[in-house]
């Protein structure tokens, strides 16, 4: 099992640019999430989707759309990019959710917004 | 609303030193928590995890007991090595947001030789 992939692994974009970061996992995962790294911050959540056919806000939307494909793949997109959207994103996925899951997590994309 | 407060890093020790990195959270109801490890240039890998008060978590060494009392979740290991030179990151999980993480800052190893 390849676990949880993202791609692209590095991205540097222009004011303005748009941009889609893909994740898909292999372990027929219910849930998945989106979070943005940044230092001194720790990992904060963007948006999840606690099954196919659903997605949800987290803490820090703003600026970002999320599409559930399928069960597999959970995108994210940056519609106008800002210098301020520079950080490492990290996908991650659970099996149903739930407090006692244990969430799996991609090796991250590194943004960087010029 | 749910929250994790770690020490802050960075923290650098000995080979064969012991550790303690602390965490203590503020949550409703009955979180789950975790210690999350991140390695230069990768991505998050759990660690440990205790679903429920005095549970104690443990792996590779490394512990950590849920003390509902102190609403703590410190970690510690008894000798540390070269290759435990990472981020920590401690994390509870409720029902909000879908059963999302809510991380604290990351603390920073490094041990030397």
């Known amino acids: 099992n390849a676990g949880v992939t993202q791609t692209p692994k590095f991205q540097v974009l222009k004011t303005g640019q748009s941009m889609t970061l893909q994740c898909a996992q292999d372990?027929?995962?219910?849930?998945m999430y989106w979070y943005r790294q940044d230092p001194g911050m720790g990992l904060r959540l963007i948006y999840y989707?606690?099954?196919?056919?659903?997605?949800d806000k987290g803490e820090v939307p703003n600026g970002y759309n999320v599409s559930r494909l399928n069960k597999r793949e959970f995108s994210l997109r940056l519609e106008s990019a800002a210098p301020s959207q520079t950080s490492v994103y990290f996908c991650?996925?659970?099996?149903?959710?739930?407090?006692?899951?244990?969430?799996?997590f991609g090796p991250g994309t590194r943004l960087t917004v010029l | 609303g749910n929250s994790v407060t770690q020490m802050e890093g960075p923290v650098t020790l000995s080979e064969e030193a012991f550790l303690t990195i602390n965490c203590t959270y503020t949550a409703t109801g009955y979180p789950s928590l975790f210690w999350y490890v991140q390695y230069p240039g990768e991505g998050l890998q759990l660690l440990l995890k205790?679903?429920?008060?005095?549970d104690k978590g443990s792996n590779k060494g490394f512990e950590a007991t849920y003390r509902k009392e102190t609403t703590s979740f410190h970690l510690e290991k008894g000798s540390v090595q070269v290759s435990d030179s990472a981020v920590y990151f401690c994390a509870l999980k409720s029902s909000n947001s879908g059963y999302a993480l809510n991380f604290g800052k990351g603390t920073s190893l490094l041990v030397t030789p």
């Open positions: 372990m027929n995962h219910n849930s």
């Open positions: 989707s606690a099954s196919e056919g659903t997605t």
């Open positions: 205790a679903t429920k008060a005095d």
């Open positions: 991650a996925s659970t099996r149903q959710g739930g407090y006692t899951d244990t969430q799996y």
